[in-house]
């Protein structure tokens, strides 16, 4: 997909996952042989993306040496560094500097879902959008709370991690934003994507597309456990995962 690159958020410290990763940034916790966020840069690039922005931070010098150019992975990857926190939307507004696409597909490193990125874009051009976000049916509501959306599938709303267990669309930490909209946001400001850059969305051009694909936080201990399983069925069992 010539038309749109990528944005991988990997600049976090992932304190909660400091007894499984020791000195190592999040997104580069070994899964089955291999740094995390590999998985997810595979991924993109068997949907065709072939330009990846890393939006590194703490411990950034992790991501350069190992991946260099992303000539090995036969994807090319470039690095857009913090030296000090930006916040999610502070860090994808100074990495849609070396995009080369007038959209961009932004994804959290800690997390994974299988998305159809040309079936997300699409749908972004037909809706005109500023912004696209990719949610899933999910259980697990009280650790990723909920998005209240229209029914022509405009969002509405985001909702505070509630208690229970009722299944709700959430967020799966996937977008695609509009490179014009995001230059409108300073650069080099601190600015967080969920506080700042939603509520502004929800008041001009913010849609949803649903997905049905398998997803996977790796934010706790406890769900960095099930990452073997999951990429497991993700990329080697050829009769489940895929596209949603």
């Known amino acids: 997909m010539s038309d749109l690159d990528a944005v991988i958020l990997a600049g976090g410290k992932g304190t909660r996952l400091r007894s499984v990763i020791k000195d190592k940034p999040k997104p580069m916790a070994i899964v089955s042989g ?3 966020i590999e998985w997810v840069l595979v991924y993109l690039r068997d949907q065709g993306i072939k330009r990846v922005i890393l939006a590194t ?8 040496q190992y991946f260099g150019d992303g000539s090995e992975l036969g994807i090319e990857i470039l ?5 000090e926190p930006m916040g999610t939307g502070g860090a ?3 990495a849609i500097c ?3 696409t007038k959209d961009v ?4 490193g800690d997390s994974f879902c299988a998305v159809n990125s040309e079936r997300m874009l699409k749908t972004h051009w037909e809706k005109n959008a500023d912004g696209t976000i990719w949610l899933i049916e999910n259980d697990k509501g009280n650790r990723f709370g909920r998005v209240d959306i229209s029914s022509n599938d405009q969002v509405l709303a985001f909702r505070e991690k509630i208690d229970g267990t009722s299944t709700s669309l959430i967020n799966a930490g996937i977008y695609i934003f509009s ?3 995001m230059e409108k946001f300073p650069l080099g400001k601190f600015i967080s994507l969920e506080m700042e850059i939603f509520p502004d969305l929800i008041k001009n ?5 649903r997905g049905n694909g398998p997803f996977l936080d790796i934010g706790t201990p406890e769900s960095f456990s099930e990452s073997e399983a999951f990429i497991k069925t993700l990329f080697f069992d050829h009769n489940t995962g895929g596209l949603c």
């Open 98 to 100: 070396l995009a080369q």
């Open 92 to 94: 994808t507004r100074k």
């Open 105 to 108: 597909l932004v994804l959290n």
């Open 57 to 64: 931070g703490y411990k950034r010098d992790f991501f350069r």
């Open 79 to 83: 690095y857009s560094e913090e030296v």
């Open 179 to 181: 490179c014009s909209y």
């Open 34 to 36: 291999k740094p995390f």
């Open 205 to 209: 051009k913010f849609f949803s597309i």
